[in-house]
């Protein structure tokens, strides 16, 4: 059974830290490129970051502007497990956080992180909500 599990969310303050974790099984984690996406009440779902895998794609990494130098992807897949470290956070980056796994190696960033691409798993979901 393929399986992603967020954990590490919660609530704090405008100007604190996070540290989200994406436990996974079931899959070979080390050959698919690992994405957060997330979503806030009446948006739509965002792409926040992604990075390839190192075999297929360099580990190569994307973030969305409004998360560019506030926000740091890894991976550390001896134990199949990324990380999304949230630092600055401000009210809109409340939401639900989502980690989905792609069935490809890399991405082309250039054209955004979409929804279609993580087609082999997602997890469940965690919520951040960061008070002003």
């Known amino acids: 059974e393929v399986q992603l599990v967020e954990s590490g969310g919660g609530s704090v303050q405008a100007g604190g830290s996070l540290r989200l974790s994406c436990a996974t099984s079931g899959f070979t984690f080390d050959s698919s490129a690992i994405a957060w996406f997330r979503q806030a009440p009446g948006k739509e779902r965002e792409g926040v970051s992604c990075?390839?895998?190192?075999?297929?794609?360099?580990?190569?990494?994307y973030y969305a502007d409004s998360v560019k130098g506030r926000f740091t992807i890894s991976r550390d897949n001896a134990k199949n497990t990324a990380f999304l470290q949230m630092n600055s956070l401000r009210p809109e980056d409340t939401a639900v956080y989502y980690c989905?796994?792609?069935?490809?190696?890399?991405?082309?960033?250039?054209?955004?992180?979409?929804?279609?691409?993580?087609?082999?798993?997602w997890g469940q979901g965690i919520q951040v909500t960061v008070s002003s």
């Open positions: 989905a796994a792609s069935r490809f190696s890399a991405l082309n960033y250039g054209l955004g992180l979409h929804s279609y691409d993580f087609d082999r798993a």
């Open positions: 990075i390839s895998s190192f075999s297929g794609g360099n580990g190569r990494t």
